[in-house]
């Protein structure tokens, strides 16, 4: 969530640069102000018939003492108390109508990002070069099914269209790269987090996500009561939640977390042609990194996240580039996103796998996560994370990749350890 003073000292600058992020946002901007003006003007109303009340709560004694009629007074403030019941609720509705506009509200991107979409996003760097076959190479779908690592007809059986089952060498392959991301990761220092697979709808307003997402996610109904629950489409749901409604000390930041989950989207929409497969499901496997730091310390752990997300992927031999986002291709909770993009032979271009984000304060807003200083000041956190990795297009680019001429799959020498094989054959 934005901050209202910002708003009310920046609108014409918030409504610029929320334009970059293609939201126009003036008529949100101000209907904002105008609430926070109504809300501001109750407030001062409210404040000053409560003084009002305490000069005339003190008079009471002194009107029994002088064998006054306290009556009227009491008539009199007992109309202030009404009075003011009525100003709370209307305050009530105001600050109600403030924050359900504010809440639908994207962050706002970073002063550096171009604007647009994905046509105005900027490679920045490229690592190693692409692999070249000297024979015709198969798609991951046939090398896979031919080795027997995935399953797709059962999948689909099981659980309908966009879902496959990991078999025999294709599950130890899957969990070999969990294992090289976590190990990684706990070697930098990162606490590993477990969370529950099912949230609350909390979970998903804080992350940035809800109200306007609510509708992408699998929803749960719960047979006791309303609570809304839903699966989680990434780790980032439960880890931005995790310290939500509490106030950090400066020393317990930053708190560099990291977490395994299956991930559960509903994908909406046609594949393309070129998405057959396992790139684009209903369920996949994800490492998720997150910190919590101070402000003044948030860019240097963006550039920490780029760093140890490319490092993954060079550590798998892959060719790879970093991609600035421009403003319209971030997402809406996001001030700024580098995307790592890895080449798979029978794909078109580029693919995502790993997108590392800024959050700014956006999400600490919404979660009232803060931190006291150690001068007494209390200010919001800033919030990161980053994929350190996803393995639905991570397997695909391995085993196109490191494909034999004979069917066979090369191991990439990180993996062996977990595997305990150079090469898998039928």
């Not at 003073?5 to 949100?28: C, H, M, Q």
């Not at 403030?98 to 970073?110: A, F, K």
Request: with cysteine; glycine share 6%; proline share 5%.
């Amino acid at each position: 969530m934005l901050d209202i003073k910002y708003i009310r000292e920046n609108p014409e600058e918030v409504i610029a640069r929320l334009l970059i992020k293609g939201k126009d946002a003036r008529e949100d901007i101000e209907a904002i102000l105008a609430l926070d003006g109504e809300r501001r003007t109750l407030i001062t109303e409210t404040e000053t018939i409560k003084a009002e009340q305490n000069k005339m709560n003190k008079l009471i004694p002194q009107y029994k003492k002088e064998g006054k009629d306290v009556a009227p007074i009491f008539a009199e403030m007992k109309a202030m108390s009404n009075k003011t019941k009525e100003i709370d609720e209307k305050l009530k509705e105001v600050e109600t109508k403030q924050t359900d506009i504010m809440l639908g509200l994207p962050n706002l991107p970073d002063t550096d990002l171009l604007p647009g979409g994905k046509e105005n996003n900027q490679p920045l760097r490229y690592w190693g070069e692409p692999r070249k076959f000297d024979f015709e190479p198969k798609h991951h779908v046939d090398l896979c099914t031919d080795l027997g690592l995935i399953d797709y007809d059962r999948g689909t059986k099981l659980a309908g269209s966009g879902f496959w089952i990991y078999r025999g060498m294709g599950a130890r392959l899957e969990w070999a790269l969990l294992n090289y991301f976590i190990d990684t990761h706990l070697a930098d220092g990162y606490e590993l987090i477990l969370p529950p697979h099912m949230l609350e709808y909390e979970c998903g307003l804080t992350a940035g996500q809800f109200p306007k997402f609510a509708d992408e996610v699998y929803k749960i109904e719960n047979p006791t009561d309303n609570r809304m629950h839903y699966m989680l489409p990434t780790a980032e749901a439960a880890l931005a939640s995790l310290y939500r409604n509490e106030i950090l000390t400066e020393a317990d930041l930053p708190k560099k977390l990291v977490s395994y989950t299956p991930c559960f989207r509903r994908e909406a929409g046609s594949y393309r042609s070129d998405e057959r497969g396992m790139v684009r499901g209903h369920q996949f496997n994800k490492v998720e990194m997150f910190q919590y730091t101070l402000p003044e310390q948030s860019d240097a752990a963006f550039d920490e996240l780029v760093t140890k997300a490319e490092a993954l992927v060079a550590g798998l031999g892959f060719h790879f580039r970093t991609v600035k986002l421009a403003a319209e291709d971030c997402s809406a909770s996001m001030a700024r996103t580098y995307d790592i993009e890895i080449q798979i032979p029978s794909m078109n271009g580029y693919k995502e796998v790993s997108s590392v984000s800024n959050a700014r304060d956006y999400q600490a807003r919404r979660g009232m996560i803060r931190v006291k200083r150690a001068n007494g000041k209390t200010e919001y956190v800033h919030t990161l994370n980053g994929s350190g990795l996803a393995t639905s297009r991570i397997l695909p680019a391995l085993v196109e990749q490191n494909q034999n001429a004979d069917g066979s799959i090369n191991v990439p020498d990180v993996l062996k350890k977990y595997l305990g094989v150079d090469v898998i054959r039928k």
